[in-house]
């Protein structure tokens, strides 16, 4: 199964980003353009669907995925970093000058 951790970087725009706005969640984005960005909104701006599915905490921030790609990266490790550059048009990292990245490595079967 797979599971996401953050790197400290991550840890550290997670902590302001909740500082400023409060308790959040993570959904990683399926978008073309978007599709290594995990999205950031507050709890409860964002609907979770039945579809989606939750794999992970990080920051205290629950992290879903939708249950399509849960199929298709279910063996996956995702790691949540930080780079340099703006965040998805509706994650609260944008704006900052530095947004979240997923990478992912092959978990053993």
Not at 74 to 83: G, P
């Amino acid at each position: 199964m797979s599971t996401v951790t953050a790197t400290p970087e991550a840890l550290d725009l997670i902590a302001d980003i909740t500082a400023d706005h409060g308790p959040v969640l993570f959904h990683q984005s399926g978008g073309c353009c978007d599709g290594s960005s995990p999205m950031c909104y507050p709890q409860g701006d964002f609907k979770v669907s039945d579809r989606d599915v939750m794999i992970g905490e990080i920051g205290g921030a629950p992290f879903y995925i939708s249950a399509s790609q849960y199929e298709t990266w279910k063996h996956t490790d995702l790691v949540i970093d930080v780079v340099p550059g703006r965040g998805g048009m509706f994650s609260l990292d944008n704006g900052r000058e530095k947004r979240f990245l997923t990478r992912s490595e092959v978990c053993g079967i």
